[in-house]
């Protein structure tokens, strides 16, 4: 029993110390982020067509597809969250290195500025061209609802990122 309880407190450790990697633990924030987004948009579709969720894992094959799939989108959100923040790490200490002499507390807020306003672009550009993709593949005949219910967040989120980016581009 003793040596069980030993056993257990090694892996908690050692699970702390893994889990202390920022890398490790934003790539674990990530695949959370994704699968609570990816779960309740399956709850919402479901609603809409008024179905159970069962209905998008029957696939002919007992579920076994699309439980793939989730699982290999959720690793590939983790390798996102991962990558994204040793990237972050990477270029902090550029930066940090390029202005030796300034205070900590100013260059972490400048560096933040302007880090995510290089990624606001990116990601207002992602948004407004998912929109034509969107009415391409998806709008048939005239828009409905959903169609609006889509396009507007779309063009809300790259209003939003486009404004971040002009905000704080030149910090």
Request: glycine share 4%; proline share 2%; with cysteine.
């Amino acid at each position: 029993m003793v040596v069980l309880l030993r056993l257990v407190q090694l892996a908690l450790a050692y699970t702390n110390e893994i889990l202390m990697k920022s890398h490790i633990k934003y790539g674990l924030i990530t695949t959370c982020c994704w699968n609570v987004l990816l779960l309740f948009a399956l709850i919402i579709r479901a609603d809409i067509k008024e179905v159970s969720i069962s209905y998008f894992f029957d696939d002919g094959m007992g579920g076994i597809a699309m439980t793939m799939l989730f699982i290999a989108w959720a690793l590939i959100w983790f390798g996102i969250g991962s990558h994204s923040r040793k990237d972050y790490l990477i270029k902090q200490q550029s930066y940090k290195d390029m202005f030796p002499n300034i205070d900590n507390q100013v260059l972490h807020k400048a560096f933040t500025s302007y880090y995510f306003s290089r990624h606001a672009k990116m990601l207002s550009i992602v948004f407004a061209s998912a929109i034509p993709w969107y009415v391409i593949g998806y709008v048939r005949e005239s828009f409905n609802i959903t169609d609006f219910a889509v396009i507007a967040p779309l063009m809300f989120l790259s209003i939003i990122c486009f404004w971040f980016y002009k905000r704080y581009k030149l910090t």
